[in-house]
């Protein structure tokens, strides 16, 4: 990618900067799963191998110091992209999913009681339900679930609605892994913080399409996955309030989480290291960092413009092929990217493979999340999930094929 400031991009020379989009024919559409990885942060990683390779935090020599100023360079990188007050707030993880379930065990343990109630979101991905379910039944709370209409649109009236004297945390996303839809968290926040109740964010498929500031948002967690931002597997992130985060006990125990051990007591490590037990993911930090500089030269004014562009272009040319349904918003402006969509008498796994026949690359199945498949009454769907680095090309190529899956499946049409 040039070095230049310019407002819009050539997406010729962006992705020639991805390997895998030069190495294949197939158009890669599941971007809301796994994103490809530049080759900015492909040898971000690779250099810290071959320079700085040693474990961070316990060697007082060169190249361990090296490895931990990298780590921590890598943290304030984060920080400053999410806007958070101090590195101390920026835990980082393996993914959104242990994010998640850190704060579900760790914050769970000292603030549910039994009766209390947990309020869920039914758009929910997986991770950020099933660990509230799971610290529920620990401490005798009760999961009650947050609602939506066809469109995926929750209110601030409607989260009100379901609020009660035993509310004690609010989890929600910010966008929608079916929908795309985001969510107005900032006024969510407010609400929750009205009450004194904690509100958990999923930012898996917002940090990396749009400005994300925690302190704006206010909200008391966000979690998010570098695999869905251009960095590799395995790195992730909790961002938590300070104020919370010194209450919590460790998720888990071991190497470099402690400040000292005696036979009968136990002095934890401050923050943010005694939540990273063990030998940390040093190159996926480092991968994350590079992945964070190489969005942020891109911009997300154009980031947001060129995907919504491509988001409005599918739609449209979806909406008018005959048997196919979209779910959410009929406004393709709120769908972030995120087309989930039906095909009348064609089961979504066979929607997927006819499209990979035609080097297609889609996701289909409930997408993580078979609660919000149950409330719209759908077994399955599928899913196809944009990035700046697409095509419209892909986008034509997708829609051609999609219109023949009826035909394909013997339907005439």
Known sequence: MSEMNSSRWNIGDIRRDFPLLQNTDYAYLDNAATSQKPVQVLDAVREFYETKNANPFRGLYPLSEAATEAYEDARETVREFIHAKST???????????????????????????????????????SNMLPWRGAAERAGAKVVYLECGEDGRFTEDMLRDVLTDRTRLVAITQVSNVFGRENDIRRFA???????????????????????????????????????????????????????LEKMPPFLSGGEMIESVTRDKIIYAELPHKFEAGTVNAGGAVGLAEAVRYIQRLGFDWV???????????????????????????????????????????????????????????????????????????????????AFYNTEEEILRFTEALGQVRRVMGYGE
């Open 88 to 126: 101390g707030e920026i835990i980082f993880t393996r993914n959104a999913s242990e994010s998640l379930n850190l704060v579900a065990y760790s914050l769970g343990s000292i603030l549910f009681q039994p009766g209390d109630e947990i309020v869920v979101s039914i758009a929910e991905h997986h």
């Open 190 to 244: 407010q609400v929750c913080h009205e009450r004194d109740i904690v509100i958990v964010a999923d930012g898996a498929q917002s940090v990396p399409h749009m400005p994300v500031d925690v302190q704006d948002l206010d909200v008391d967690f966000l979690a998010f996955s570098g695999h869905k931002m251009l960095a590799p597997d395995g790195i992730g992130v909790l961002y938590g309030k300070k104020k919370w």
């Open 304 to 386: 947001e413009e060129r995907e919504q562009s491509l988001t409005a272009l599918a739609y449209s040319r979806m909406k008018d092929i005959p048997g196919v349904r979209i779910f959410g918003s009929d406004d393709p402006a709120d769908h972030h990217g995120i087309l989930t969509f039906t095909v009348d008498g064609v089961h979504p796994h066979d929607v997927s493979e006819i499209l990979s026949a035609s080097k297609i690359a889609v996701r289909a199945g409930h997408h993580c999340a078979q609660p919000l498949m149950g409330h719209l009454k759908v077994g399955s769907t599928t899913r196809v999930s944009l």
